[in-house]
Nanobody
Framework: VQLQASGGGLVQAGDSLRLSCAASGRTFSSYAMGWFRQAPGKEREFVATITWSGGSTFYADSVKGRFSISRDNAKNMVYLHMNSLKPEDTAVYYC????????????????WGQGTLVTVSS
């Protein structure tokens, strides 16, 4: 499985942004997907995850109510819709595939995209 994240950029606080992750591979629809982020000097942290069917989603407390993860298995795409962005959301955002059930830890994911930078100015 190969992943390509896109959609990052420079925005102002309060703005919205949608990140996309294009996945290759025939079994994409069988896997859970997740978004993580890593700010400079910090560890990679969980943002959101979605089950293979899209029926269940989970979020970090820091983004709950502002971010939304979705997927389109027909297009092999996963999205992260980000609203009410804050300067503390500034980070490189990574999409990842979990061959098992996914979860909150990077070690639960098997494949990673290259990341897309989101910068939120105050």
């Amino acid at each position: 499985v190969q992943l390509q994240a896109s959609g990052g950029g420079l925005v102002q606080a309060g703005d919205s942004l949608r990140l996309s992750c294009a996945a290759s591979g025939r079994t994409f629809s069988s896997y859970a997907m997740g978004w993580f982020r890593q700010a400079p000097g910090k560890e990679r942290e969980f943002v959101a995850t979605i089950t293979w069917s899209g029926g269940s989603t989970f979020y970090a407390d820091s983004v709950k109510g502002r971010f939304s993860i979705s997927r389109d298995n027909a297009k092999n795409m996963v999205y992260l819709h980000m609203n009410s962005l804050k300067p503390e959301d500034t980070a490189v955002y990574y999409c990842a595939v979990a061959k098992s059930s996914g979860g909150y830890y990077p070690s639960s994911y098997d494949y990673w995209g290259q990341g897309t930078l989101v910068t939120v100015s105050s």
